[in-house]
T-cell receptor, first 114, second 111 residues
Framework: NAGVTQTPKFQVLKTGQSMTLQCAQDMNHEYMSWYRQDPGMGLRLIHY???????DQGEVPNGYNVSRSTTEDFPLRLLSAAPSQTSVYFC?????????????FGSGTRLTVV | GESVGLHLPTLSVQEGDNSIINCAYS??????FIWYKQESGKGPQFIID?????DKRQGQRVTVLLNKTVKHLSLQIAATQPGDSAVYFCAENNYGQNFVFGPGTRLSVLP
């Protein structure tokens, strides 16, 4: 049981480039989400999904797109990378968003935009 | 090194002592709370949770206390060990909405 798998672990992008951060879970979790973590600011929610075909915006969605075509996968797309998007990105999943279950986190993707 | 957490408050404790990490949460309507531990280079890991109808919950070497009157949560770690060195976050949830995370506290265990 792999839990939540994120790839890549590290990435360097040039300003204006696009890329997709991958997230996959094998726990049949209904809920998935993307957070970014910046020094001293805690985890901030980018986008989330309560099931396949359903996505919604979090606190800091600008510059990011998501889709949820399957229960297992929840990729995060950076459309045109900016230095302000330099951060550590975490994907998290939960059995259900409605019944107050804790999150399982991936190990993170460290992104640097130059 | 780990860039996340450079500006966090730090608690330094002697190995074997008890640690108390505090968290002030923001929403008086929050009904579910979790403490997470994040080691360097890893994602946050669930430690212990508590629901708003309780004021104390114990796990293995950890205790969470909830004071709803002042919107305060604490995590107590007994007999702190070097492996407890990490950043600790509290998270609050309001009836199934998305969790809101605190900024975290870095725990440093001194030999």
């Amino acid at each position: 049981n792999a839990g939540v798998t994120q790839t890549p672990k590290f990435q360097v992008l040039k300003t204006g480039q696009s890329m997709t951060l991958q997230c996959a879970q094998d726990m049949n979790h209904e809920y998935m989400s993307w957070y970014r973590q910046d020094p001293g600011m805690g985890l901030r929610l980018i986008h989330y999904s309560v099931g396949a075909g359903i996505t919604d915006q979090g606190e800091v969605p600008n510059g990011y797109n998501v889709s949820r075509s399957t229960t297992e996968d929840f990729p995060l797309r950076l459309l045109s990378a900016a230095p302000s998007q330099t951060s550590v990105y975490f994907c998290a999943s939960s059995y259900s968003s409605r019944l107050n279950y804790g999150y399982t986190f991936g190990s993170g993707t460290r992104l640097t935009v130059v | 090194g780990e860039s996340v957490g450079l500006h966090l408050p730090t608690l330094s404790v002697q190995e074997g002592d008890n640690s108390i990490i505090n968290c002030a949460y923001s929403n008086s309507a929050s009904d579910y709370f979790i403490w997470y531990k994040q080691e360097s280079g890893k994602g946050p890991q669930f430690i212990i949770d508590i629901r708003s109808n309780m004021d104390k919950r114990q796990g293995q070497r950890v205790t969470v206390l909830l004071n709803k009157t002042v919107k305060h949560l604490s995590l107590q770690i007994a007999a702190t060990q070097p492996g407890d060195s990490a950043v600790y976050f509290c998270a609050e949830n309001n009836y199934g909405q998305n969790f809101v995370f605190g900024p975290g506290t870095r725990l440093s265990v001194l030999p």
